[in-house]
C-alpha cells in the first residue's frame, strides 16, 4: 500500500520569501510523483510530476521539486513567492512497477498563504 | 477547450433525496474517477472506471453508485443521501488508465445534505 505525508497543514510566508512544502511518501514499489495546486474555488491543477530520470523537476509558475528516493521525499520548492501562490497544494504518489495499480493516493494537503 | 465539466457546482437538499451529479469530459480519456474532499482528509477516490462499462470501487464507496454508459460521461448517484456524505466532490479523467498520466479536474460540486 502507498501513502503520503504533508508535513506541513499550513504555511504561512511573506511575499518574494521562498517557500519549501514537505511531502513524503511511503511504498513498497517504485513511484511517480505529482504536485497538484487548488486555487480557491477552483479543482486541482497539476504543478509537476516525477515520472524518471532527473531528479530535479521544474514545473509551472516557478515551482519545482526534488525527488529523494533515500529520504522517500518529494518536496516542493519556490524561491520567491507571490500573492497570487496563495492555494492549497497536494502531493500525490502512484504505482511506478508496471503493475495493475492505478491509484492515485493524495496527501492531506498544504495550505500555503502569502501575505504582503 | 480541453475540460471536465461537473453539474451542478453547487447544490442543498434533504437525507434521502435521490440526486445526481454529472461530469463529462470532451478530451476522449478513457479513465475516469470521483473523489470527495473533505477538511483535513484531502482527496479520498469514491469510484473509478477504466472505460466504458467498466467501474470499481475506490476507498469509500459506500453510498455512492456510479455508471459508465458513454466515454464521455461518468455521473455520480446518492441514492439516498445523508448529512455524512456533505463534501466537495470532484470528477478527473486522464488519457489511459496507466499511473503515470495526470489527472484532469472539474472545478468540483459541493454539497451539503440536511
Known amino acids: 500500500a502507498q501513502s503520503v505525508t504533508q508535513l506541513d497543514s499550513q504555511v504561512p510566508v511573506f511575499e518574494e520569501a521562498p517557500v519549501e512544502l514537505r511531502c513524503n511518501y511511503s511504498s513498497s514499489v517504485s513511484v511517480y510523483l505529482f504536485w497538484y495546486v487548488q486555487y480557491p474555488n477552483q479543482g486541482l491543477q497539476l504543478l509537476l510530476k516525477y515520472l524518471s530520470g532527473s531528479t530535479l523537476v521544474k514545473g509551472i509558475n516557478g515551482f519545482e521539486a526534488e525527488f529523494n528516493k533515500s529520504q522517500t521525499s518529494f518536496h516542493l520548492r519556490k524561491p520567491s513567492v507571490h500573492i497570487s501562490d496563495t492555494a492549497e497544494y497536494f502531493c500525490?504518489?502512484?504505482?511506478?512497477?508496471?503493475?495493475?495499480?492505478?491509484?492515485?493516493?493524495f496527501g492531506k494537503g498544504t495550505l500555503l498563504t502569502v501575505n504582503p | 477547450e480541453a475540460q471536465v465539466t461537473q453539474n451542478p457546482r453547487y447544490l442543498i437538499t434533504v437525507t434521502g433525496k435521490k440526486l445526481t451529479v454529472t461530469c463529462s469530459q470532451n478530451?476522449?480519456?478513457?479513465?475516469m474517477s470521483w473523489y470527495r474532499q473533505d477538511p483535513g482528509l484531502g482527496l479520498r477516490q469514491i469510484y473509478y472506471?477504466?472505460?466504458?462499462?467498466?467501474?470499481d470501487k475506490g476507498d469509500v464507496p459506500e453510498g455512492y453508485k456510479v455508471s459508465r454508459k458513454e466515454k464521455r460521461n461518468f455521473p455520480l448517484i446518492l441514492e439516498s443521501p445523508s448529512p455524512n456524505q456533505t463534501s466537495l466532490y470532484f470528477c478527473?479523467?486522464?488519457?489511459?488508465?496507466?499511473?503515470?498520466?495526470?489527472?484532469?479536474f472539474g472545478d468540483g460540486t459541493r454539497l451539503s445534505i440536511l
Open positions: 478527473a479523467s486522464s488519457l489511459f488508465p496507466v499511473s503515470n498520466q495526470p489527472q484532469h
Open positions: 472506471s477504466m472505460n466504458v462499462e467498466v467501474t
Open positions: 478530451m476522449n480519456h478513457e479513465y
Open positions: 500525490a504518489v502512484s504505482d511506478g512497477s508496471g503493475g495493475s495499480n492505478y491509484k492515485l493516493t
